[in-house]
Structure formats: structure tokens, C-alpha cells
């Protein structure tokens, strides 16, 4: 915030530290010892709680919160890491709970980022170069490794830890205290350790009102490829002889068949 007249406007505590070259808007508030650091950018009507330290080189949209004790945009965990400038992003109106750790990128990727109206709880770890899309919720004490990818509206319970480069798909819960070394396809239930797919979050889908149709796709996919005796590129061969699916479906084929890790079954 280059403005002192603006800075002393704000709804700054005096213990607070801004570095001059961080931008934060009248509307927003930063609580006692927080610290907000250069190239930051915090949006309308975010407030920041105590003991927040966000390093450098992060944007927090509007109507944010982050609670007391979170780390946002510090040092990528990567011993490739060179010091090279890179960001974290997080999305309007996320909640980012106590003591939740959130690291910039790495060259590989430049940014993390974080969407929209997502609930990071406490002591969550979301990794460097990871993307976390709309409307996700992450447990207490989730721990991601880079390069992880979980798509909108997916859920992850607490103590679950994400290998690094997995992807977890839109509409997916992953049961809490799980170990996942490979991807979770979208709308699937999966839990354990290692994660094993045990149905489809049928009851998300209807709260998110998903068509009594596609639900009945979905189910019909989630059968033939899980459930079945064919194997997985079977299946996905006679989902592809059909002229008639709807864009979830075509989606859950996509991901399954763009997997480098391999897919929980």
C-alpha cells in the first residue's frame, strides 16, 4: 500500500506489518502482528486475522478470510527451487483456517492457485504448483505434495496425504485419514491406504442438482468401468461406442483416460 494516509484509514492494527510495496484496499482488515509482505494484493472486504503471515507475491480475492497463524505465499518445499519469482493465487470468498500453510510455485508451473468460495481448514498444507478449482473443501490437516490438481467441488477429509502430480476429480470424496498415490476419477467416493473406490458421491451430485439423467449416466459409467469384468480401456471403448452421453460422463472419460498415475479402483 503506497498511500500512508490510506494505510492509516484501513482497519490495519497498529502491531501489523505492511511492506510498502503490498496493496491492501480501505474495506479489507488485517488483525495484530500480522504480517502482509511485498508484491501482496488483498481484495475488498477481506479479513485477515492475527498472526497471518503472507510472505510475498500472493493475491487474496475479495470477501476472503484467512484465520490466525495461516502461511500464505512462502517458499515453494522444492529443492529445485532456485529463489525464481513466482506467485500463489487464492479466489473470493475462501476461508483458510488456523495455521494452514499455502506455498507459491515453482518455475515448473510459476503460480499456485486456489479458487473461489473454497474452505481450506486447519493445518492444511496446499502444495507448490498445485491447482485447487472452485468450491473445494480440504479437511484438517490434508497434506498435498506438488504439482497436485483437485478439481470443483471435490471434498478431501482430514489427515489425507495427496501424492505429488495426482489429480482428484470434480464432485470426488475422498474419505479423511486416506493415503492416495494415484487419481481419484470424478464424482467417486474413495478412502483408505492405499485409496481403494468404494461408489459415487450420489448424494453430492443430487444436493449440486445433477438431472435424474445424468446421475443414471453417471451410475452406468461408474459400472462399467469400476464394477465390471473388463478392464479399464475396455470399458472406456464401449462408453465410446455410444452417441448419447451427457458432458459429465464425456468428462469422466477424459480424466480417466488423460491419467499418467493411473486411476483408484
Known sequence: MNDPSAMASAAIHPTAIIDPAAEVPLSSCVGPYSIIGPGVVIGERVTIDSHVLIERDTTVGDDSRIHKGAVLGSDPQ???????????????????????TLNRGTIDEGTTTVGDDCLIMAYAHVSHDSRVGNHVILANSVNMGGHV???????????????QFVRIGCHAFVGGGS??????????????????AYG????????????????????EAYRLVFQSEL???????????????????????SFIRSSERGITT
Open 200 to 219: 459415487l458421491n450420489i448424494v453430492g451430485l443430487r444436493r449440486r442438482g445433477f438431472q435424474r439423467q445424468t446421475i443414471r449416466q453417471i451410475k
Open 78 to 100: 522444492d529443492l529445485k527451487y532456485a529463489g525464481e519469482p513466482t506467485t500463489l493465487s487464492v479466489g473470493s470468498r475462501t476461508t483458510i483456517r488456523e495455521y494452514a
Open 149 to 163: 490438481v483437485i478439481e470443483d467441488w471435490a471434498i478431501v477429509g482430514g489427515v489425507t496425504a495427496v501424492h
Open 179 to 196: 493415503r492416495l498415490p494415484q487419481d481419484v476419477a470424478p464424482y467417486v467416493m474413495a478412502a483408505g491406504s492405499p485409496c481403494a
Open 231 to 253: 478392464n479399464v480401456s475396455q470399458a472406456l471403448e464401449q462408453l465410446d461406442e455410444r452417441d448419447d452421453l451427457v458432458p459429465e460422463v464425456d468428462h469422466m472419460i
